[in-house]
């Protein structure tokens, strides 16, 4: 199956900072990414379809001035948590969408902000 | 609400016994997809199914979607210990660019 890169995998952080983290698409173009959060023993939440080229469309109740997402390329994403807090302590999974619109998932991102 | 149902939440299966986690959806799906996750990992893709009463088997593992495309099952034979993760089913409605609505995953515990 195709292979989706995620960095960092685990990241700690003070509260107020703001992280950044990366989802690359190795061996496929993908013009669609996907953000998810997921928290302990629940299924992911999705947060924002990432569009290249585009503004992210994001999921109701997410906020787009909390949660920067930018599709720079065919295999990057970022998003980057601005002011990040305790509660933004989560495990942020990346996807993307191959020309078969099958998910591929990355490693994951374990965020602690302390 | 929910646009993906997935029962059961939790099974405990003894070794060598035969597990399955059904999903519904309220629509009709273009596709259901099937993943597995792993304790500490992320989910991994098992399979995907387009057609209308599709069948397909990967060694122990048999998928099934269902005639009216809004149900679906994931059964395991013989369950053994490397099963054990939590498996999620996740339809595309094919409305928004392979947007998927995931289902809340049936966590699978198989004792030795």
């Known amino acids: 199956g195709a292979v989706v890169s995620q960095h960092p995998s685990r990241v700690i952080c003070k509260s107020g900072t703001s992280v950044k983290i990366e989802c690359r698409s190795l061996?496929?173009?993908?013009?669609?990414m996907f953000w998810y959060r997921q928290f302990p023993k629940q299924s992911l939440m999705l947060m924002a379809t990432?569009?290249?080229?585009?503004?992210?469309?994001?999921e109701q109740g997410v906020e787009k001035d909390k949660f920067l997402i930018n599709h720079a390329s065919l295999t990057l994403s970022t998003l980057t948590v601005t002011s990040a807090h305790p509660e933004d302590s989560s495990f942020y999974i990346c996807?993307?969408?191959?020309?078969?619109?099958?998910?591929?998932f990355g490693p994951g991102t374990r965020l602690l902000v302390l | 609400g929910q646009q993906v149902m997935q029962i059961p939440q939790y099974q405990h299966v003894q070794e060598g016994e035969d597990f399955t986690t059904y999903c519904n959806s309220s629509?009709?799906?273009?596709?259901i997809q099937w993943y597995k996750q792993r304790p500490g990992g992320h989910p991994v893709f098992l399979i995907q199914?387009?057609?209308?009463?599709e069948v397909k088997k990967q060694k122990r593992l048999t998928f099934q979607f269902g005639e009216a495309k809004k149900n679906s099952s994931l059964h395991i034979t013989a369950t053994q210990t490397t099963d054990v993760g939590t498996y999620f089913c996740?339809?595309?409605?094919?409305?928004?660019?392979?947007?998927?609505?995931f289902g809340r995953g049936t966590q699978l515990t198989v004792w030795p």
């Open positions: 996807s993307a969408s191959d020309p078969f619109e099958t998910q591929y």
């Open positions: 061996d496929f173009q993908a013009t669609t």
């Open positions: 990432s569009n290249e080229g585009s503004k992210a469309t994001y």
């Open positions: 629509t009709t799906l273009s596709n």
């Open positions: 199914l387009v057609k209308s009463g």
């Open positions: 996740a339809g595309d409605r094919g409305s928004t660019l392979g947007r998927l609505y």
